[in-house]
C-alpha cells in the first residue's frame, strides 16, 4: 500500500514557475514508477510525465523542455518543476505510482493523491 501527498500548487503569473512534491508513505518506494497528471475542468485527466524505478523518464509533448520530473528515494519523494507557466496549465496536478515502470496510461496506475491545484493567470 502505497499513500501519496501533493504540495506546492498555487497561484502564478503566466511565465512563472512552481515546484510540486508528492511525498510516498511505504518502505518499497524505490520499486514503484511515479507520474504526474493533471486535469483541467471539463476534460479528462491526462499524462504530464513519468519516472521510471531505476530513473527513465518520459513527457508529454504539451511539457517537453518546460517540466522536470525528479524521484528522491531516501526522502521517498518526486517532485515536479514547472516553468513557463501558461493558463493552459491549468488544472489540478495528481501524483500516482505503478509498480517498476513508467506508463502515460492513468488506468495502470494503482495509487493517487489528492491532487493539488495549480492556476496560472495571464
Known amino acids: 500500500q502505497v499513500q501519496l501527498v501533493e504540495s506546492g500548487g498555487g497561484l502564478v503569473q503566466a511565465g512563472g514557475s512552481l515546484r510540486l512534491s508528492c511525498a510516498a508513505s511505504?518502505?518499497?518506494?524505490?520499486?514503484?514508477?511515479m507520474g504526474w497528471f493533471r486535469q483541467a475542468p471539463g476534460q479528462e485527466r491526462e499524462f504530464v510525465t513519468a519516472?521510471?524505478?531505476?530513473?527513465?523518464?518520459a513527457y508529454a509533448d504539451s511539457v517537453k523542455g518546460r517540466f522536470t520530473i525528479s524521484r528522491d528515494n531516501a526522502k521517498n519523494a518526486v517532485y515536479l518543476q514547472i516553468n513557463s507557466l501558461s493558463p493552459e496549465d491549468t488544472a489540478v496536478y495528481y501524483c500516482?505510482?505503478?509498480?517498476?515502470?513508467?506508463?502515460?496510461?492513468?488506468?495502470?496506475?494503482?495509487?493517487w493523491g489528492q491532487g493539488t491545484q495549480v492556476t496560472v493567470s495571464s
Open positions: 500516482a505510482a505503478r509498480l517498476w515502470y513508467i506508463s502515460s496510461r492513468a488506468d495502470e496506475y494503482a495509487y
Open positions: 511505504g518502505r518499497t518506494f524505490s520499486r514503484y514508477a
Open positions: 519516472v521510471s524505478w531505476d530513473g527513465d523518464s
